[in-house]
């Protein structure tokens, strides 16, 4: 039996389900992608909104990086400032390469266009449709799904993908355990759309005593303002009058990872593997870069490999966005003190700007080996 008829079934219609589709289909497989939501993420709820070199590398063989590089905004200023003061500024497009760093696009623009692609190869997620509950073996898992009329399908499938987001029913029916801690602090998130254009080209992190503010763009028009600070509202500074309040969100941030992403052949990817906070835009991207090594992968017939090839990359990224995220929500005035002193200093030492800069483009997980010129 040829590897493209292996039957494979995934849970999850996000952006990391959608990328494991598009790429299996790609490579000759004919998955079938199932979602309890009735169609994706609203274009009004952004989530996440920074699409890095490395995810747009994983997407250039389907061509979905071409259209995202047409709808999406380029990133080339990131500022910094403090007690309205800039800090430091970096240039993204100084790491080179064939991808911009960082590129801003909504997620459900995103989804949007990877359903795009994969109904191209005759793919349809099959929408309401609740993966139930996975029970026999991991080895040759027996699957219940639940229709939004109520009715149920048994299935067999040879490979189970667990793409179903932090709360995953695969995660939690497969006995995988997520350890992690939740931060103290919640985190606000605020869009706003304004009647004018307004520049989507740059980031900028404001730091308060405490707390801090960071504004980030969603589209042309609109801005995300994202803050530790519950009455953060009153520090944005509206670049046009007559913004609207398109959507708002209060949320906890947890960090979270399984410590295998696979069992028999059950695999886990996104964020039903992996939770962290959104500082350093690399959820969605982490979840896309897991999707596709899981198709290669699968494609090789190799796909026990997929946890011990993933897990360093996940803990690499855990650790690096825990500790980007310390930084802008420390409290103690020394510390933030120290902070504020040395990073305009240590932004200067080209090696470290070539690190951050490496790490925002994505290019410090493994390159995909299936991909010519991938840096
Ligand atoms: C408010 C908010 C703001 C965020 N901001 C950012 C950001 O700025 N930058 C960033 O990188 N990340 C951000 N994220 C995180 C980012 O959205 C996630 O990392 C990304 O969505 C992960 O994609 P995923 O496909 O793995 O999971 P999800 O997007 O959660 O998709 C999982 C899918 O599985 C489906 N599903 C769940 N259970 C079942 C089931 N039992 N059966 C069938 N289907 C099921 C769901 O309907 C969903 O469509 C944010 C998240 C939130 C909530």
Request: charged residues 25%.
């Amino acid at each position: 039996m040829g590897a493209g008829h292996r039957s494979i079934l995934i849970a999850g219609a996000g952006a990391t389900g959608l990328a494991a589709a598009v790429e299996l289909a790609r490579r000759g497989f004919r998955p079938r992608i199932i979602d309890s939501d009735a169609g994706p993420v609203p274009l009004t709820e952004s989530r996440a909104l920074g699409i890095n070199a490395r995810t747009l590398t994983l997407l250039s063989p389907s061509r979905v990086a071409d259209t995202i590089l047409q709808e999406g905004h380029r990133i080339d200023r990131f500022r910094v400032r403090s007690g309205g003061k800039g800090l430091f500024e970096i240039d993204p497009s100084k790491i080179g390469g064939r991808f911009p760093a960082i590129q801003a696009l909504a997620q459900g623009h995103t989804e949007r266009l990877l359903l795009g692609k994969l109904s191209d190869y005759e793919v349809e997620p099959e929408w309401q449709t609740v993966l139930e509950s996975v029970s026999g073996t991991m080895d040759k898992p027996h699957v219940t799904l639940r229709r939004a009329d109520g009715s149920r399908e048994e299935l067999d499938p040879d490979i189970l993908i667990g793409a179903d987001g932090a709360h995953s029913a695969v995660r939690k029916a497969a006995g995988f355990d997520f350890p992690g801690d939740a931060l103290e602090e919640s985190f606000h998130l605020a869009d706003y759309r304004y009647p004018q254009p307004i520049d989507a080209h740059y980031v900028e992190i404001s730091l308060f005593n405490p707390g801090m503010v960071g504004r980030i763009p969603v589209s042309r028009d609109t801005v995300r303002y994202i803050s530790t600070l519950p009455d953060f509202e009153s520090h944005i500074e509206h670049p046009v009058p007559g913004g609207e309040l398109v959507w708002a969100a209060n949320f906890r941030i947890h960090f979270r990872h399984v410590e295998r992403m696979s069992k028999g052949n059950v695999f886990l990817a996104g964020d039903a593997a992996h939770i962290h906070s959104p500082a350093g835009a690399r959820g969605m991207n982490l979840g896309i870069e897991d999707a596709c090594w899981l198709a290669y992968l699968i494609s090789e017939g190799r796909e026990q490999d997929y946890s011990g090839l993933r897990m360093p990359a996940v803990k690499m990224v855990l650790k690096q966005t825990y500790g980007l995220t310390r930084l802008v929500t420390m409290h103690h005035p020394v510390a933030t003190g120290l902070r504020n002193f040395f990073a305009p200093l240590l932004i200067r030492i080209p090696g470290i700007t070539r690190r951050i800069l490496r790490s925002v483009a994505g290019y410090d997980t493994p390159p995909p080996v299936w991909i010519d010129d991938a840096q």
